[in-house]
């Protein structure tokens, strides 16, 4: 028992991609959600669209007003109060300044932002289709054909063989056909079936007339969720009725019929 507990499989802290577990990856903490941003990338793109701004669109140095404080003191207000005036002008034009830096970070920012927005939505829209496409084909389209299927008929008398039938109908048409388009025979096979068994729909309900099936033709049975041969009768023979599974396409049953 100590040697086997040694085994790779059994070791413990490190990584779980060992032993009966080779071939995993670690697990990755997602219980807070995945991030929105990326920091680095926000930073990076940041810096660069404010560099960029910087070089070809300068914000002019806040310069002492010298002119104004020189113009104070001609104008006989005293050393004191002009340079008063003077130091406000200046911490006016510099806040300013400094406004028009912020602005162009924040106006970065966004930028940053709603690319990064703009290039998630683009992938979880690609994993989305192509995990649709690849994934949940035949259930994805069962899934809709049954959804149409079960929309509600104006009343009992307008019914169609799908509306009394949702489930199989849908099956047909998504899982049924999609499983037999798989194998060589499974498309020779469904290439003979010529439809549903044919019908006649009184009062919400279906009648099935197996005289009217083309002899040696394949249909489907909504009801019985199989497919139906008749088979005419010939001079040693009498006339039958073969089911079929329709996913083994291998015979269920055999009766009479005339």
Do not use: C, W
């Not at 912020?102 to 683009?122: C, H, K």
Request: proline share 5%; glycine share 10%.
């Amino acid at each position: 028992m100590a040697r086997i507990l040694k085994r790779p499989m059994f070791n413990r802290g490190g990584s779980s991609n060992q032993g009966i577990m080779d071939g995993l990856v670690d697990r990755t903490g997602y219980a807070n959600g995945t991030p929105l941003f990326d920091k680095e990338t926000t930073a990076a793109q940041v810096k660069a669209i404010t560099e960029a701004q910087n070089e070809f669109s300068p914000l002019p140095e806040t310069r002492l007003p010298i002119g104004q404080f020189g113009a104070g003191l001609m104008a006989g207000r005293g050393f004191k109060d002009s340079a008063v005036d003077a130091y406000g002008s200046f911490v006016t034009a510099d806040d300013k300044r400094r406004a028009a830096m912020a602005g162009r970070t924040g106006s970065a920012v966004s930028t940053s932002l709603g690319q990064q927005i703009a290039e998630r939505n683009a992938k979880l829209k690609a994993m989305g289709s192509s995990n649709m496409q690849k994934d949940f084909s035949d259930d994805r389209k069962y899934f809709e054909l049954y959804k149409e299927y079960t929309k509600e008929a104006k009343n009992q008398y307008s019914k169609n063989i799908r509306q009394l039938y949702p489930a199989s109908m849908a099956e047909f048409a998504s899982k049924i056909q999609g499983n037999a388009n798989q194998t060589k025979a499974g498309q020779e096979f469904i290439s003979q079936v010529l439809g549903v068994v044919p019908n006649n729909i009184k009062s919400g309900q279906a009648q099935f007339d197996y005289g009217k099936m083309n002899p040696g033709g394949l249909y489907f049975h909504p009801g019985l969720k199989v497919f139906v041969e008749r088979v005419p009768a010939s001079d040693d023979q009498p006339g039958e009725l073969v089911t079929y599974d329709p996913y083994t396409f291998a015979e269920v049953s055999r009766k009479p019929f005339n």
